[in-house]
């Protein structure tokens, strides 16, 4: 399959909550001022009586977010990743998570993609963070499309989900008319040699990675686990006993995020292998995007290195 | 749906108090566990919500248009549990299941384990954000009901108490009022030793709060001072600064600072009764 366009997924969220937003008028965008750089500016203009902005306070953000779910509203909180998951983290917990109320934390620059921003903007604990809070759904969308059908799945669904969106501009992988479902992965490639899954801005080179592969004669399967919380426990399942072999592929810490997700699974099974990719364990710095995947091992080339030791007879 | 509000005198509130503060007590005694302190001091102002300012109904917990109720400082849920039970929320027996595995009334309150409970609370500073969100959802769909909260002197030593005063001044929330139960102890010695409060009533002044200074343990003043914050209908939220006493009704848990969060023994829950009992007003 070929990649479309570059875009990032934050434009994504963008252009579906002016969508959501005018069907409902009780879904509301809660801000707290980085509003023009996480792509509200539309839904500001266009809805400005379901549009609020409580200023560089996120954890009033949160707790003003939970008082409007008791009564009804459906708020998106929006903010950087590494706040939304970190600053918020305990209003998260005590006022959204614990009383289960139905507030989104939608967060733009999720992983290295606010590349330029340096390591105090990079997010890359946020998923294991928000993973091992209960009630919690944790969703990483891998394209501008894909973020649009699951910022509305999210909408649709009644509880707190955090979303994860790029900053940085990443190809499209899907038109329009794909569906996602939360809590069930997107099988892209069928294969039976080994198994990349990734999530969000991953999934491309997982694509590409499986492309180099067939035409070396190694069949991948390929699959998009852009819900990290539930994880798809029948779609890993599934990898593992057709595959064995798992590679895992993520823009996030490889300790609690996509990676340790899978592992488990494979773990309690008592089969297959989990070689996990993503950023390790270490802070990034100011650098382009790519490059900062580059170092932390997450490239095609090293999914491809990484499936031929894997595969080897 | 007409209001359900109740018309009580200031004796009969003064003697509905003294039952909830008896309540608290026992609930704490029976459970060996809890905090009587907080309770005490802050019992006048949920009376005063529950029977004279709050429109509510116990039949119909989640009322739409209901009066909200944020108890910031949740470590004192005693006295609003009581006031539930006192209320018809649930049967006053479930009071005897504080802090009891399976109980709805958990060590802090939970809005979805406990009817009347309308968010969760129990770490500090994170209430009056809340409230906010509750009072700022009345104002989007043009709805008229009121939300309290109560928080800690203590409590106040957190940032987002500060973020959410923000919220409330710049949406013009004349709807929510903050009671500060100011009892000038904390966990860990006085508000002075923990971390000095200068004065809590121009802080929330300078955060643009229409100020109310009293004695937090009058019934009188707490009435007159909700009866004043509700008609004044001007965009500024309300503060409410009530001097209190931390105990206050029991003669050996006043203004102890060790009365936080101990449950008082058999010799000691005899005397606070009896105590409470002699102070009903004829």
Not at chain 2, 252 to 280: I, K, S, T
Request: net charge negative; hydrophobic share 40%; charged share 25%.
């Amino acid at each position: 399959m070929s990649l479309g366009k570059k875009i990032p997924t934050r434009d994504g969220f963008g252009d579906e909550i002016v969508a959501l937003g005018k069907e409902n008028k009780n879904i509301l965008v809660v801000d707290a001022d980085i509003g023009k750089s996480c792509k509200t500016g539309a839904f500001r203009k266009e809805l400005p009586e379901q549009y609020l902005n409580v200023g560089i306070a996120e954890q009033n953000c949160a707790g003003v977010a939970a008082g409007l779910a008791t009564c009804g509203k459906i708020p998106f909180v929006v903010t950087y990743a590494a706040f939304g998951s970190m600053r918020m983290c305990e209003m998260i917990r005590q006022e959204i998570a614990y009383p289960h109320l139905n507030v989104k934390i939608a967060c733009s620059h999720g992983g290295v993609t606010p590349a330029n921003d340096g390591a105090s903007h990079q997010a890359i604990e946020d998923m294991g963070i928000l993973r091992t809070i209960p009630n919690m759904t944790v969703i990483m969308p891998a394209d501008y499309w894909s973020a649009r059908k699951l910022v509305r799945a999210a909408a649709e669904y009644d509880g707190p989900v955090y979303l994860r969106f790029t900053r940085d501009a990443i190809p499209e992988i899907y038109g329009e008319d794909v569906e996602f479902e939360i809590g069930k992965a997107y099988q892209l490639r069928d294969g039976k040699d080994v198994a990349i899954v990734a999530n969000g801005d991953t999934v491309r080179l997982a694509i590409e990675a499986a492309e180099t592969l067939a035409a070396q004669g190694i069949e991948a399967r390929v699959l998009d686990m852009h819900t990290v919380k539930p994880i798809d426990t029948d779609a890993v399942v599934a990898a593992v006993q057709d595959c064995q072999q798992i590679i895992t592929v993520e823009d996030h810490n490889i300790i609690n995020g996509l990676g340790s997700a899978v592992a488990c699974v494979a773990a309690e099974m008592g089969k297959g292998r989990v070689w996990r990719l993503g950023i390790q364990d270490q802070f990034g710095q100011s650098a382009p995007y790519e490059r900062l995947l580059e170092v932390n091992g997450v490239t095609v080339g090293n999914i491809v290195d990484v499936a031929h030791k894997l595969t080897k007879k | 749906m007409s209001s359900m509000k109740e018309n009580l005198s200031i004796v009969e509130l003064q003697n509905k108090c003294i039952d909830l503060k008896k309540n608290a007590i026992s609930m704490i005694y029976k459970a060996q566990s809890g905090h009587p302190g907080g309770s005490l001091s802050v019992a006048e102002f949920v009376t005063a919500c529950y029977w004279h300012a709050m429109d509510v109904d116990p039949q119909n917990p989640r009322w739409a248009d209901r009066d909200r109720f944020v108890l910031s400082k949740g470590h004192v849920c005693p006295a609003q549990y009581a006031a539930l039970a006192m209320k018809g929320y649930f049967p006053m027996e479930v009071l005897d299941t504080l802090r009891k595995e399976g109980s709805p009334l958990q060590g802090h309150p939970s809005m979805t384990k406990c009817p009347g409970i309308d968010i969760s609370t129990g770490s500090l500073g994170q209430g009056l954000a809340c409230a906010a969100g509750m009072a700022l959802a009345a104002k989007l769909d043009n709805k008229s009901y009121n939300v309290f909260c109560a928080v800690g002197d203590g409590e106040c030593n957190e940032g987002e108490i500060w973020e959410a005063c923000g919220t409330a001044y710049k949406y013009k929330l004349d709807n929510l009022v903050v009671f500060v139960d100011w009892n000038n102890l904390q966990l860990d010695g006085t508000c002075e030793e923990i971390m000095p409060p200068i004065s809590l009533a121009k802080k929330f002044e300078a955060f643009g709060f229409e100020v109310y200074e009293i004695n937090g343990n009058d019934m009188a003043e707490v009435v007159d001072a909700l009866d004043k914050a509700l008609a004044s209908k001007n965009g500024l939220p309300k503060c409410i600064v009530g001097k209190t006493v931390k105990g206050k009704g029991v003669s050996f848990m006043e203004n102890q600072c060790g009365w936080h969060g101990v449950a008082p023994n058999d010799e000691q829950y005899r005397q606070a009764m009896e105590e409470l009992d002699a102070q009903y007003v004829k």
